[in-house]
């Protein structure tokens, strides 16, 4: 069975070099990642809320596009990544526009803006 199309958005964002987890994104796995100077209980991964963060690779599991928070997040990088002045526009059946990149969800269309902004991994 295939994931679905925003969970392979996700993945390749995750990959990419400059994607970088930030303090309130969510993961697929419902934990969200928050800054404590406290722990290193999961080494390099930070501190996460609600779980482990690893899906069955041991990795961190890619982002929840579909979360506000995490949409958020994402949206705060779109600046520094050049694309300042980004249009944003949500029609009347629900799909998301992020300059010319469309998704049922703002998350998922900020990620295709940025994979395209940021180039090749």
């Given at each position: 069975m295939s994931e679905p199309v925003a969970v392979l958005v996700a993945r390749e964002l995750v990959a990419h070099p400059r994607f970088?987890?930030?303090e309130g994104m969510r993961n697929v796995l419902g934990c969200r990642r928050v800054d404590e100077p406290s722990g290193d209980w999961l080494d390099d991964m930070g501190e996460w809320l609600y779980g482990d963060?690893?899906?069955g690779t041991g990795l961190v599991s890619p982002p929840d596009?579909?979360?506000a928070a995490t949409a958020?997040?994402?949206v705060s990088m779109l600046?520094?990544?050049g694309?300042?002045?980004t249009t944003f526009c949500r029609e009347r059946?629900?799909?998301w526009w992020v300059d010319t990149y469309t998704a049922p969800t703002l998350g998922e269309a900020v990620a295709r803006a940025l994979l395209a902004s940021w180039g090749p991994a």
């Open positions: 970088a987890w930030s963060p690893r899906d596009l579909a979360d958020g997040v994402l600046d520094p990544s694309m300042r002045g059946d629900g799909t």
